[in-house]
């Protein structure tokens, strides 16, 4: 599977076998400027059933941590499992533009238009640091 950010301030969710969105995830308010995804534990397969995290970084200025449902098999599918959203991350004061995952350091980064980059922490959505 196959996940996009979009100028309709969505994220789509593919199923790369069919070609056809299989969820449209919402709350963002401006452009999805990139989405970030890998499995909780840091793993590359999801072998150990860990769930997948996908952050998604903004023209609102916040970023949104999603997590799977744990209701779909992983390892290799086509298919995405459902997402729901876990965390909003707020703190900047303009649009994102990058976002990057750090699971086994229990860490999200992002970078915005604010020339920060702020790490975040995936236990409390709390900024823990602004590098300028």
């Not at 999603?66 to 991350?89: E, N, R, T, Y």
């Not at 790490?119 to 900024?127: H, Q």
Request: hydrophobic share 40%; aromatic share 6%; net charge negative.
């Amino acid at each position: 599977w196959l996940a996009s950010g979009s100028q309709d301030a969505t994220i789509r969710l593919w199923n790369v076998e069919t070609g056809e969105c299989a969820q449209t995830l919402t709350g963002h308010s401006s452009w999805v400027m990139a989405v970030a995804a890998c499995y909780a534990d840091g793993s590359s397969s999801g072998a150990s059933g860990a769930p997948i995290y996908l952050l998604s970084a903004s023209g609102d200025g916040t970023a949104r941590l999603w997590i799977d449902s744990g209701l779909a098999p992983h390892g290799g599918d086509v298919a995405p499992p459902p997402f729901k959203l876990k965390g909003v991350l707020r703190g900047h004061d303009k649009a994102l533009l990058a976002a990057e995952l750090l699971p086994t350091h229990g860490l999200a980064a992002t970078g915005s238009d604010d020339r920060t980059i702020r790490l975040w922490s995936l236990a409390t959505y709390e900024c823990l640091a602004v590098l300028a």
